[in-house]
C-alpha cells in the first residue's frame, strides 16, 4: 500500500500561521488533508492532483494554501490567519489504496 506522515503540527495563537507537511511512501495522483475538530466528524479541507487541479473547502478558502513537490512525493498545507475554530487534528490523506491517512497531527489554535 501507501504511507503518509505527517509534520508541522503545533500550538499557534489566533491569527498566525502553521506549515503541515505530509510525505508519502511513494508517488500518488491525489493527495490532501482533512481535518477532525474535537466532538466534530472529519471534513476534507484540501486536496491537490499531480496536474495541479486543486480544491479547498469554503471554510479555508483563502487563508490556507495547498502545494505539492511531486519529485519527494509530499504534500504541503499553509495555514494563515489560524482561528480557533481551525483546531483539529490534521491527517494526510489519498483516496488511492481505497483511501488512506496519515496518523494525524494537533493543531491548536489558541484565542
Known amino acids: 500500500q501507501v504511507q503518509l506522515v505527517e509534520s508541522g503540527g503545533g500550538l499557534v495563537q489566533a491569527g498566525g500561521s502553521l506549515r503541515l507537511s505530509c510525505a508519502a511512501s511513494r508517488n500518488l495522483d491525489v493527495m490532501g488533508w482533512y481535518r477532525q475538530p474535537p466532538g466534530k466528524q472529519r471534513e476534507l479541507v484540501a486536496s491537490i492532483t499531480s496536474g495541479g487541479t486543486i480544491y479547498y473547502a469554503d471554510s479555508v478558502k483563502g487563508r490556507f494554501t495547498i502545494s505539492s513537490d511531486n519529485a519527494k512525493n509530499t504534500v504541503y498545507l499553509q495555514m494563515n490567519s489560524l482561528k480557533p475554530e481551525d483546531t483539529a487534528v490534521y491527517y494526510c490523506?489519498?483516496?488511492?489504496?481505497?483511501?488512506?491517512w496519515g496518523q494525524g497531527t494537533q493543531v491548536t489554535v489558541s484565542s
Open positions: 490523506w489519498t483516496y488511492q489504496y481505497r483511501n488512506v
